[in-house]
């Protein structure tokens, strides 16, 4: 029986490593129930205790190797016991369970000749992205990436540079033979905490990683963990490691050298990530004058037979070209996770103070250049702005660069002179880039420098700062609300589909947001005193407009004369609809809004798809303002803050159709001023006649 459990033992060891604790672990449990254990352990366990040769499905994930299982009568040799004299006052306990197995998994690694190399890098260029990134990802709700995802990451495509890390070895038919494997799995090691305080050390692995994009990658990685935490890890996850990373630097140990389980090429080791030992004790402002980066060491311990001390070297060295951000590392990142600003860069530091002699023209012009970035970033901050869910049009303006204004990522901690950003006289670049990024490249997009009242500019930044930088999160009251019309308009939109399949319908299907937008909208200019709205809008989206914005919820009218043109007839309350196109329909509501005051709001006729209504729209709105001022000279004034022109706009008829432009430059000339119209470009990139990138030659 004991020489049963050695060779089952041997044989769990030689098919999963460093996981070999784990699965005797999962065979206990399922020795005393099978049910403790999911199916593929089931199977598993039942074949390898009955004498076959377990085996996993081939069709989910194919073992890179075969591992044979010894045969019954298979000796595994062991060397003597060394002698050990005891002292009185030490008391042997034998080692058991998990401690045991450390003790034969660490003899066992012994039979692999291994060498080490190691490699210092500075990470200056790999926290800053870092942090972009998440920020990135905190935006969308898509957790966090750890310097292990990088390094990880950099690993992978390092070794598709150098295959030959990815090379095991094995006897096959007796002969030595190099295993020259197609595919990455890289194993990571994960340290698990059990219920009652003691620790397991897991390595399953991401295969195929040489495949996959970071975004796969790093959602690949995260499956992973979480199977760990959540005990789910299957026979595959551990099958087929080629080469694996382990990180001990999160517990402050600054290099190691792990030990190398049989069947693997390679593990990489990472140490912490801190200032090097003779900069600790400098301040910060001393670390950023000087351009002091913290450092990681890496170490990769491989075997000696089929890998050789250069190619480990010059692995090493390509992981640390990728780290500082060389052959478009990053930037291939930014792309995967669709993030549009460029990323933080390696750059030789030139720090005038730090020269010598009289450097305050260096100085100075670096001072200027900081300005000038700012300046740039209110002229075409917008160009990077994430406004287009669907990725299709994505801008790089080269202007906005770092680099295009001598500064870098070395003067992230110095402080500028900012000409009065956000109201502070002086900030770091890095405290610059944050309020700019936030102002002008997040959610929303600003474009207003063409302006040329200075006043006008001025009012705008302040704006600009109150909503877009000083950002509060939405009451709760209000977050229900958009969701409340959110959910009306999918509705609508869901009923008129079902009901009426095949009907011509011109769907704002995709678009829905723009009915809690309107909504607030709404609500907005009914507080800032506001009695009166005149809408124009092309056909997309007209009915939701009439049943979910203009229309009485409570009565439902709207939505029945809506329906009722849907069945054939017209309702006996609009006799005008009978004949008519539905899509061709105005109506005029009655809002009570939820300051208690009523709103009138009226959607203007349209019988064409094209923008002609928006002429008609702006001469409506003047119209009702001169009625308003009853030729008693009542100034202007009044009655622009109490009549809104609203126009809906799809995105390529907005930027191809010239009654768009001429209505916008006679809303400039005394005769036709409506005192400012709200234009809501519906972006869905569909044209009616051609897409929006073809109906112009602007940006």
Avoid at 338 to 344: A, D, F, K, S, T
Avoid at 594 to 611: F, T
Wanted: charged share 20%; glycine share 8%; net charge negative.
């Amino acid at each position: 029986m004991s020489e049963n459990n050695t060779n089952l033992s041997a044989f769990l060891q030689e098919s999963f490593g460093s996981n070999a604790t784990y699965v005797e672990g999962l065979l206990d449990r399922y020795k005393s129930d099978p049910k403790l254990v999911d199916e593929s352990w089931q199977s598993y366990f039942s074949d390898l205790l009955s004498g076959g040769t377990p085996s996993v499905n081939a069709s989910e994930n194919k073992p890179v190797a075969e591992v044979v299982k010894p045969a019954a009568e298979t000796v595994v040799a062991a060397k003597a016991p060394v002698a050990v004299v005891l002292s009185a006052d030490t008391e042997p306990k034998a080692l058991t369970g998990v401690a045991k197995k450390i003790v034969e998994n660490m003899e066992q690694s012994l039979t692999v000749p291994t060498a080490t190399s190691f490699r210092n890098i500075p990470v200056k260029v790999l926290e800053e992205n870092r942090r972009i990134i998440n920020e990135h990802l905190a935006l969308q709700g898509r957790g966090k990436v750890s310097f292990t995802h990088l390094i990880a990451w950099a690993i992978v495509q390092s070794v598709k540079a150098y295959p030959q890390l990815n090379f095991g070895y094995g006897l096959i038919n007796g002969a030595p033979s190099r295993l020259e494997h197609q595919n990455i799995n890289l194993g990571i090691a994960i340290d698990i905490e059990k219920k009652d305080g003691s620790r397991n050390l897991l390595v399953p692995n991401i295969k195929g990683g040489n495949a996959m994009t970071f975004a796969g990658f790093f959602d690949a990685y995260n499956q992973q963990v979480k199977k760990a935490r959540d005990g789910k890890l299957e026979i595959a996850d551990f099958q087929g490691t080629t080469i694996s990373l382990t990180n001990p630097g999160t517990i402050g140990t600054v290099a190691s050298n792990p030990r190398l389980m049989s069947g693997q090429s390679a593990i990489i080791a990472t140490g912490s990530i801190e200032y090097p030992a003779e900069y600790q004790a400098m301040t910060p402002a001393t670390l950023s004058q000087l351009g002091i980066s913290k450092t990681l060491t890496v170490t990769n311990t491989y075997d000696h037979r089929v890998i050789q001390g250069a190619e480990s070297g010059m692995f090493l060295a390509k992981i640390h070209e990728f780290l500082v951000g060389k052959q478009g590392f990053y930037d291939k990142i930014f792309s995967d996770l669709e993030i549009n600003y460029p990323p933080m860069r390696w750059a030789v530091d030139h720090n005038p103070s730090l020269l010598g002699g009289d450097r305050s023209t260096e100085q100075s012009e670096k001072q200027a250049n900081v300005l000038q970035l700012i300046n740039a970033y209110r002229t075409r901050g917008h160009m990077l702005a994430d406004i287009d869910p669907l990725n299709m049009t994505p801008h790089y303006s080269a202007e906005l660069d770092l680099e295009i204004f001598g500064l870098t990522i070395w003067d992230l901690d110095r402080e500028f002179i900012t000409g009065g950003l956000h109201g502070e006289k002086t900030a770091t670049l890095r405290r610059i880039l944050d309020i700019l990024r936030k102002a002008y490249c997040g959610k929303v997009g600003i474009e207003y420098r063409h302006i040329q009242s200075d006043e006008q500019k001025a009012w705008i930044r302040g704006k600009v700062r109150e909503h877009f930088v000083d950002t509060e999160p939405l009451a709760v009251d209000t977050k229900k609300e958009l969701l409340q019309k959110l959910i009306e308009a999918e509705q609508f939109e869901q009923f008129l589909h079902k009901k009426y399949l095949g009907q011509k319908r011109f769907s704002l299907e995709g678009c829905e947001t723009v009915i809690p937008m309107l909504d607030q909208l709404v609500e907005g200019a009914s507080a800032r005193g506001v009695d009166e709205i005149y809408m124009g809008m092309a056909h997309r989206g007209r009915l939701n407009v009439l049943s979910n914005i203009i229309g009485d919820p409570d009565t439902g009218e709207m939505a029945e004369r809506i329906f009722t043109v849907f069945e054939g007839t017209s309702h006996p309350n609009f006799p005008a609809d009978e004949g008519d196109v539905k899509y061709h329909q105005g109506a005029v509501g009655l809002r009570k809004t939820k300051a208690g005051r009523d709103l009138r709001i009226q959607l203007s006729c349209n019988p064409s798809h094209l923008e002609a209504v928006n002429p008609v729209v702006e001469g409506m709105a003047r119209a009702r303002q001169d009625e308003l001022r009853d030729g008693q000279g009542k100034p202007r004034q009044e009655t622009y803050e109490r009549i809104l022109p609203l126009l809906l706009h799809g995105d390529a008829a907005f930027s191809g159709q010239g009654v768009v432009m001429e209505t916008l430059q006679l809303a400039g000339l005394p005769g036709y001023r409506t005192g400012g119209t709200i234009h809501l470009v519906i972006n869905n990139q569909i044209g009616f006649t051609t897409s929006p990138g073809l109906s112009r030659s602007s940006i």
